[in-house]
């Protein structure tokens, strides 16, 4: 009778979890791509803790009655890792509805990530998408700081440029007097065929530092 | 100090007031940098890799020989020679001539304007780079927040940046949409970058040119190092090289090398005669052009290395992608252990698997990877730079450091290339003397940089590519051959072959040799009337139509291929004649000018002749 019973019960289970069966869903697990060297194998143990999960993530949907670690049925383990998994109501005749189970794994998805410590690209609930993290926006644009920093360099170098062009054409200007001036004793040491001397004599008179002023330079070290 | 020496042999005009160079390492360099610009990264590289690998540099040598240095070494000859910009040297030719020059400054204008345009891109991506991870690495997030934005999954990350948060793009040339005003502050920063060094003419631009024109080749060379040491950079480099002697039948392949020495040297747009027209009257220009003409090929092939090395390394990184990608599937569908198919074994159980579960493989749909399929994905022009480049950037370690070397690199290989553009139109408007004197060279200059900056503003618009391919492709190309074959037939028989050899001899030293007169007088102008000929005849042939970036199209991410409405394919036809429709204009009003004069000498002769006798 007992075996009667046993058989009847694990044929029910067997039937509430089946690949593509009414709310079964499909996990998949890449541990190796993962944690690399330090991948763990999958055994009992770990399917153990991921029907605790489970049961803790429906047990945190509210006005959900509490489920308990079996009514989390766990079936098809391949060597990939995956599996399917339904998740019956406390009479174990009907599995609860998709919607549910859904809502209960998205709220949870980063406890149940972290207890296999793997992420949502390894460990994938078929047909339960993931909330995907958003950008981390900065607040002012990184481009646009950059920008105003090279900008702001440029005007402030053209309009240096600008106003040092004006300052030199000023000087220019006051200084057409004197060049005409010297240009005056330039035309006067072409047709004197007198020696220099004489000439920088003459000019001695009017600038006082002409030739004094080169033969400094030619003596001052630098 | 101040006393003028004697008057110089031969007699120029403003000589003693022209701006010149402080040395003669800045006239070379800045040569070189107008020389040297965008086209030798992204363009030469495509070709050299599309038509035959490196049997394509034996139609580019010839070219390089036979057109390219003897066209370079007339116009700094010309240039040196007669010490204006192209407005004068032309007018100086014949009075008949001087549209040549006027056109050579409308192309010039026109160049500059989409020129800089490229360059607001490189820079938006250059403000962009510098942040981890780059925003062209990932999609945006939909409304709901579990996928990604469609139009971004439908293409690829780097594209959706591009024509989407980049240029905003829209679907037809006939929506232009909104001026994007991220662009457009781009846009006012180049121009303004670009007034900075042109203030002043060649006493800025001497300056900003140590910079612009030697720190490409420093990045080029820690590119060249990074890029060879990266997996799959040798793959990259057979793919380029490998000879194909049998492309060069195909006569397609020997246009392309001879527009391309000749777009890469600038020629005929009237840059170079005003570079040299700042030279010193005895200066060697024949050793000047043919060094010039050898570094700007140079360049091109060192950077074509680069620039394969870093797409071999792409293509290896896309081919184990799409191995992985496989290997997923194959794992998922059957149920191996995780991490048990590996890239070496894959071949041979996908084999197995064919032949044991042949229906479940075919329902998989694995795509077919080959690593030849992704190395002949190769692009040109902004496609590379912005789309290629950028993805193959994402999987170099320390990104945003490769990405800011790599768009500042682009950024001023463009910038030594306007100058020698601005100095195009600057130095023939100072030299034509249309400013009064006291307007200061700022002014003149602020203001035209102010003109190009509004007029390249309709590039900002959403469909701005669009209209910046028709100014590439109809603008510039048939202009510049028409004016280069214009400038050889003008100098060599309208100024006069002796004359102009004189001349030569008497700047350098010596007379011009037998291979400078020949293909001065036969090769030059005769291949010139080659190509343009082969120009006219590809460009009637080929349908108007441009590639649109469509989400909506059924083939997405493919370009639906419109074709261009009646008014755009009118702007296309203007913008084509309406550089060279200067030539026969300025001739013209030249003519009618002359003939009002001898009837009026003639009637002054009558006048005179009548007053010996009685009345008038």
């Not at chain 1, 989390?72 to 998994?85: D, K």
């Not at chain 1, 993931?130 to 002012?140: E, G, I, Q, R, Y």
């Not at chain 2, 040395?23 to 030798?40: E, I, M, P, R, T």
């Not at chain 2, 003409?293 to 390394?313: D, H, K, P, R």
Request: charged fraction near 15%; charge should be neutral; hydrophobic fraction near 45%.
């Amino acid at each position: 009778m007992l075996w009667l019973l046993f058989f009847l019960v694990t044929a029910i289970h067997a039937e509430l979890c089946q690949p593509d069966a009414k709310n079964a869903f499909k996990v998949r697990l890449s541990i190796k791509t993962a944690l690399g060297d330090k991948a763990y194998v999958w055994d009992a143990n770990e399917e153990y803790l991921f029907k605790a999960m489970i049961a803790f993530s429906m047990r945190k949907v509210p006005n959900r009655g509490t489920t308990d670690i079996s009514h989390v049925l766990v079936c098809n383990v391949t060597q990939r890792v995956s599996f399917w998994f339904v998740v019956t109501d406390p009479s174990k005749n009907h599995t609860l509805p998709a919607d549910e189970i859904q809502l209960a794994v998205r709220m949870n998805r980063n406890r149940i990530n972290n207890a296999f410590s793997l992420n949502d690209q390894t460990l994938e609930f078929l047909k339960i998408p993931s909330t995907l993290a958003p950008p981390t926006d900065p607040s002012v644009p990184i481009w646009i700081i950059i920008f105003g920093v090279i900008f702001c360099i440029v005007i402030v170098a053209i309009t240096l440029l600008v106003l040092s062009g004006i300052w030199q054409r000023r000087r220019k200007n006051k200084g057409p007097s004197e060049v005409d001036d010297v240009e005056d004793k330039c035309e006067n040491t072409i047709t004197i065929e007198n020696g220099i001397s004489s000439d920088s004599m003459d000019m001695k008179g009017w600038h006082i530092n002409d030739t004094f002023m080169t033969e400094d330079e030619r003596l001052t070290p630098l | 100090m101040a006393c003028a020496p004697g008057p110089d042999p031969l007699g120029d005009s403003s000589g003693d007031e022209r701006p010149k160079w402080d040395n003669k390492l800045q006239y070379v360099l800045s040569c070189v940098g107008f020389a040297v610009g965008l086209g030798n990264i992204w363009r030469f590289p495509y070709l050299c890799q599309s038509h035959g690998g490196g049997a394509f540099l034996i139609p580019y040598l010839i070219a390089l020989a036979f057109e390219g240095i003897p066209l370079f070494h007339l116009e700094l000859a010309i240039g040196q020679r007669l010490r204006q910009g192209s407005v004068g040297v032309w007018t100086t030719i014949s009075p008949y001539l001087g549209g040549v020059g006027l056109g050579c400054l409308t192309l010039s204008f026109l160049i500059s304007l989409y020129y800089n345009t490229v360059l607001s891109w490189v820079l938006w991506y250059f403000l962009n780079s510098f942040q981890q991870p780059l925003p062209w690495g990932s999609c945006p997030l939909d409304v709901n927040r579990t996928g990604f934005v469609k139009e971004c999954e439908g293409s690829s990350t780097v594209s959706y940046f591009w024509y989407r948060r980049t240029l905003n793009i829209t679907a037809d040339i006939n929506y232009s949409g909104s001026v994007q005003w991220w662009l457009l502050v781009c846009l006012a920063a180049s121009w303004a970058i670009v007034y900075l060094c042109v203030i002043r003419g060649i006493e800025s631009t001497g300056k900003a040119i140590y910079f612009t024109a030697l720190f490409p080749y420093l990045v080029l060379t820690i590119f060249l190092v990074r890029g060879l040491t990266l997996p799959g950079a040798a793959e990259g480099l057979t793919f380029l090289f490998t000879p194909n002697i049998q492309t060069l039948q195909n006569p397609r392949v020997w246009l392309d090398a001879a527009t391309q020495i000749f777009f890469s040297l600038s020629l005929a747009s009237g840059g170079h005669i005003a570079f040299a027209s700042y030279n010193p009257s005895r200066n060697n220009c024949e050793k000047d052009a043919v060094i010039i003409a050898l570094v700007n090929s140079t360049t091109s092939l060192y950077a074509s290395i680069v620039v394969f090395s870093v797409l071999g390394f792409k293509a290896a990184n896309d081919y184990g992608r799409c191995l992985d990608r496989n290997i997923l599937s194959l794992t998922n569908e059957f149920d191996f252990p995780d991490q048990s198919i590996s890239r070496d074994n894959y071949a041979a159980v996908l084999t197995h698997l064919n032949a044991t579960q042949t229906n479940m493989v075919a329902r998989l749909h694995l795509e077919s990877c080959h690593l030849q399929d992704f190395l002949d994905k190769s692009a040109s022009g902004t496609g590379l730079a912005f789309i290629v480049f950028t993805e193959a950037i994402l999987h170099m370690p320390g990104a945003p450091v490769w990405a800011v070397l790599f768009f500042i690199t682009l950024f001023t290989l463009g910038l030594s290339s306007m100058f020698g553009n601005m100095e195009g139109i600057i130095t023939p408007i100072l030299d034509t003397g249309v400013m009064p004197r006291w307007v200061p060279k700022e002014a003149i200059t602020g203001a035209v940089c102010l003109v190009c900056f509004l007029s390249s503003s309709c590039f900002t618009l959403q469909s701005g590519n669009y209209w910046l391919e028709i100014f590439d492709n109809y603008a510039a190309s048939l202009n510049l051959i028409m004016f280069a074959f214009m400038e050889v037939v003008g100098v060599i028989y309208v100024y006069g072959m002796e004359k102009f050899c004189d001349d030569i001899a008497w700047m350098t030293g010596r007379q011009p040799g037998f291979y400078w007169r020949a293909t001065w007088k036969v090769v030059s102008p005769l291949l010139l009337l080659t190509i343009l000929t082969a120009y006219m005849v590809v460009m009637v042939r080929t349908t108007m139509s441009y590639r649109a970036w469509d989400p909506q199209y059924k083939q997405f991410p493919l370009g639906q291929e419109k074709s261009y409405p009646g008014w755009v394919q009118a702007v296309c036809v203007l913008l084509s004649l309406l550089p060279a429709l200067w030539v026969p204009a300025v001739a013209l009003a030249q003519w009618f000018a002359r003939r009002r004069r001898k009837q009026k000498s003639m009637q002054q002769d009558t006048c005179l002749k009548l007053q010996d006798s009685i009345a008038c």
